[in-house]
């Protein structure tokens, strides 16, 4: 890919927009789904718990986490308002159990200690100030709430060629580091490994991501 195409595919990574955003939305869906599968399986979700996702995308996998326990409630927050509109239209079927709403990306739009459980999967990279999200995260999950940071690590991020465009990346003790930070105070690794295609051409790429558990 041309170096103009790799900056436009960073761009909708990070906030996808228009008809060229909806292409990439379901392309994300597809190379990202085992990791958010994984993630939504290490929350341990229960019945009637409020779960919170932060970047949502076009959320074709909202079916596997309302499948998990009985009487869920289920909100995620986006920036992209192209898939703000995506993740509502493709889950019409369950607007008495799900919401979307668009945020600035900075502030969570809840009350203190509204969720049981919180995930995100591939969003950290965007975090323009990660500490101060990071205890916006902290403010919304409950007591013994359990919130999932998911992300591919640095030292795999970095042989992705359009990394380079406004991605930040993390190692695990960078990410170990960060959320020490914060007020969060427990934290478990996971690290993963699988074969997925490229978003960039047709080979397949061997990614190596991190799964953290959270606590307060």
């Given at each position: 890919?041309e170096k ?8 909708n ?7 060229k ?6 392309m994300?869906h597809?190379?990202n789904?085992?990791?958010t ?11 009637n718990?409020?779960i919170?996702?932060?970047g ?5 996998h909202?079916k596997?986490i309302?499948?998990?326990a009985q ?5 995620g ?6 898939m ?14 799900a ?7 900075k ?15 591939n ?6 100030e990660p500490?101060?999200?990071?205890n916006e ?8 709430g ?12 970095e042989?992705?060629?359009?990394t380079e ?5 993390y ?16 934290m478990?690794i ?24 959270i606590?307060?």
């Amino acid at each position: 890919m041309e170096k103009d195409e790799l900056k436009i595919l960073a761009q909708n990574l990070a906030n996808p927009q228009g008809e060229k955003g909806i292409e990439i939305g379901e392309m994300m869906h597809a190379t990202n789904i085992s990791m958010t599968l994984e993630s939504i399986k290490t929350l341990l979700i229960e019945d009637n718990e409020h779960i919170l996702e932060i970047g949502h995308g076009n959320a074709g996998h909202l079916k596997n986490i309302l499948s998990r326990a009985q009487n869920l409630k289920y909100t995620g927050v986006d920036i992209s308002e192209t898939m703000h509109n995506e993740a509502g239209k493709l889950n019409n079927n369950f607007q008495n159990q799900a919401e979307f709403i668009l945020y600035e990306g900075k502030k969570l739009p809840f009350e203190d200690k509204t969720f049981d459980k919180i995930f995100t999967v591939n969003t950290v990279y965007f975090w323009e100030e990660p500490v101060e999200f990071l205890n916006e995260i902290h403010r919304v999950l409950k007591k013994d709430g359990t919130f999932v940071l998911t992300f591919g690590q640095r030292k795999f991020m970095e042989t992705l060629p359009f990394t380079e465009y406004d991605f930040t990346l993390y190692s695990n003790s960078e990410m170990e580091q960060l959320v020490s930070q914060s007020h969060f105070k427990r934290m478990k690794i996971s690290e993963k490994e699988e074969d997925i295609p490229s978003k960039s051409g047709n080979e397949t790429i061997h990614r190596i991501y991190t799964i953290l558990t959270i606590k307060k």
